[in-house]
């Protein structure tokens, strides 16, 4: 087997197309694509199931990308200990997060890695949703709930609050509730019950046995949004509602406490990339631990 057919495979796998691949890797795509039929030949496995809209993992692929993953991180370890501790940083993480995090803490700031490895590409998904890190549908996730099952690394990110808020123009109109029960006579923002991915997003009923929705919005940034635009009221994550000029929160003492948690497979534990990567997620929040309560 040649190493260098397995870091053609990482890198489709990673890019999802031989084209976009061979152009990470400045080869031709038929190079490409010829390497690949090598490498499965010489595994005796099919690695892809390849059409023209990009190249999916069969179940052999993915078994053999978590292998070919240790190979690379070896190779860097190995480089790394021979010529020296400052080997650059190459390939792709993606990390998978929820719209609220992944869009209003990580988007703005996690550009700030590339500036430390100009080759390291990372792909940010943040979605309502959970992502299986066996079928590689990222690398890093950032969940709200510890994992209970799965070959799986897991650490706590940090904690954080959701609380009751409005907009300005809401409560100037209709005016503000002066107890929990008085929310029922109010104009409410909730989210799309069936459609929660977690156990721990039913929070709705930690404050109102019945929480009567005039709007349903199946993310924390579109409930945000909406609340900001005089929708009504809503329950909304502090990290994200508190620096909106536009809100108000209203009742503090209803306060809602959850967790976020940074998840990899244990086979990614050796994989230079996604150390970093986590590792450097985990100063992000550290350094604005308070903007999470």
């Known amino acids: ?71 690379e991180a070896a190779m860097t370890a190995g480089r790394a200990e021979v010529g020296g501790s400052d080997v650059q940083l190459s390939g792709t993480v993606r990390v998978g997060a929820p719209d609220g995090f992944g869009t209003a803490f990580l988007a703005p700031r996690l550009w700030k890695l590339a500036e430390r490895h100009a080759d390291l590409t990372v792909q940010l998904v943040p979605v309502p949703r959970t992502f299986s890190l066996s079928r590689r549908e990222a690398d890093i996730a950032i969940t709200v709930e510890r994992p209970a099952a799965g070959r799986l690394v897991a650490s706590k990110l940090c904690d954080y609050r959701l609380g009751l808020y409005a907009s300005k123009s809401y409560l100037a109109e209709h005016g503000a ?23 721990q997003l039913a929070y709705y009923a930690d404050l109102l046995a019945e929480w009567p929705s005039a709007a349903e919005i199946s993310s924390a940034t579109g409930q945000t949004e909406a609340v900001a635009a005089g929708a009504g009221i809503g329950i909304l994550h502090d990290f994200m509602a508190s620096r909106r000029a536009e ?28 150390a970093v990567t986590a590792e450097f997620i985990r100063e992000l929040v550290t350094a604005e631990r308070g903007l999470f309560g």
């Open 247 to 274: 809100l108000v929160r209203i009742l503090p003492e209803a306060t809602i406490r959850r967790s976020y948690w940074l998840v990899y497979h244990e086979s990614a534990r050796d994989v230079r990339r996604i």
């Open 177 to 199: 509730p002066d107890s929990l029960a008085a929310l029922a006579g109010h104009r409410l923002v909730g989210a799309v019950e069936d459609l929660l991915y977690s156990p």
């Open 1 to 71: 087997m040649n190493w260098d057919d397995v870091r053609i495979f990482l890198s489709v796998t990673r890019a999802g197309q031989i084209l976009a691949a061979a152009r990470r890797l400045d080869l031709n795509h038929a190079t490409v694509g010829r390497r690949l039929t090598v490498l499965e030949e010489a595994i005796g496995a099919k690695l892809f199931d390849r059409s023209p809209g990009g190249c999916a993992l069969t179940e052999a692929g993915r078994v053999f990308r978590g292998h070919a993953e240790a190979m």
